[in-house]
């Protein structure tokens, strides 16, 4: 396989298998210690809360409207140590730490995309998208539209990349110097349970001091099984993540991205180019997309209803 071509390994395509090893045994180790300390710290949490409460403390014998309601309560309610609430993204750390602690002990629903659990998850999307402070959010309908009419899709090079960029851009929930993010951040694993997992080594992005963790669902418009596609198609030649997508005469060799950066001025009218190719209702501005978490997720639970089959990664 030549230096240039397009497909390679999928956790890191710039680098040798033995550097790629190597890196990846050194970023699983630290995921591994952060995966433990976090998880400890929400089931300890969740215990203090429901003793504070009064309640029984042994929350992995709920029921599943039980556990809605503890959620509930302790998204509304919970406090730090110093007496003041708990930020929106603590409380999605603590929701993605308490799921893993209970999947792993054989619970089926999940807490974070089951509909019993529809009521604290409303609470926690509307905590989530009020700590963002920007003008405008992007309504549901023109989140759908963006998936429907392929423009947020598997399909193309484009579609593929503007896909990639606005789900990683929707999971990280904070400005971003994509000049930074390089692809050897990147490590696809399995949880405990088997699903398919990326580890995004976010330290020192912005004001980020920890990895962040994309699990795969169930969808059709999963973004864990785009990511692994992109990177699969990403030419390994460069190390920027975002890439510039070739031309259909090198398309048509199988060559879907250049070894080129995308320019910082392009990535800030991404969003602004999504809306005129989806033909949104508005023009939106990549600032929008920080405000929308709530609208996402009723969007891709919407989309998953009508598609529910797994989508392929190719």
Not at 87 to 112: C, D, E, H, P, W
Request: glycine content about 4%; overall charge positive; charged content about 20%.
């Amino acid at each position: 396989m030549s230096a240039s071509s397009p497909v390679g390994a999928i956790f890191d395509l710039s680098l040798s298998p033995r550097q790629s090893s190597h890196l990846h045994s050194k970023a699983k180790g630290v995921e591994l210690l952060h995966t433990v300390r976090q998880t400890k710290w929400a089931v300890t949490k969740a215990r203090e809360w429901l003793s504070l409460h009064g309640m029984n403390v042994t929350f992995e014998d709920f029921t599943d409207e039980q556990l809605d309601q503890m959620l509930l309560g302790f998204y509304t309610s919970g406090l730090k140590k110093d007496g003041s609430s708990f930020s929106a993204t603590a409380l999605l750390a603590f929701r993605t730490a308490l799921n893993r602690y209970l999947q792993k002990r054989g619970r089926l629903a999940n807490i974070a995309t089951s509909h019993s659990f529809k009521q604290s998850n409303a609470v926690l999307s509307r905590l989530m998208s009020s700590s963002v402070k920007v003008n405008k959010t992007i309504c549901i309908s023109d989140i759908k539209q963006m998936y429907l009419s392929g423009t947020l899709s598997n399909s193309t090079p484009e579609s593929l990349l503007y896909k990639v960029w606005f789900e990683l851009q929707m999971n990280f929930r904070s400005k971003l110097d994509w000049s930074k993010v390089l692809a050897e951040h990147f490590f696809f694993s399995h949880n405990a349970v088997g699903k398919l997992m990326v580890t995004w080594n976010t330290c020192g992005l912005g004001n980020c001091d920890q990895m962040t963790v994309i699990e795969a669902d169930d969808g059709h418009y999963c973004p864990v099984n785009s990511l692994r596609l992109y990177m699969k198609h990403r030419n390994r030649a460069g190390k920027a993540m975002l890439q510039v997508p070739a031309s259909r005469e090198l398309q048509a060799k199988g060559v879907w991205y250049l070894p080129e950066d995308i320019r910082d001025y392009k990535e800030k009218s991404f969003m602004k180019k999504l809306s005129s190719l989806a033909r949104l209702s508005q023009t939106y501005t990549n600032a929008c997309v920080l405000n929308c978490y709530e609208e996402y997720y009723q969007a891709m639970m919407s989309l998953n209803s009508l598609n529910p089959e797994s989508s392929s990664a190719g």
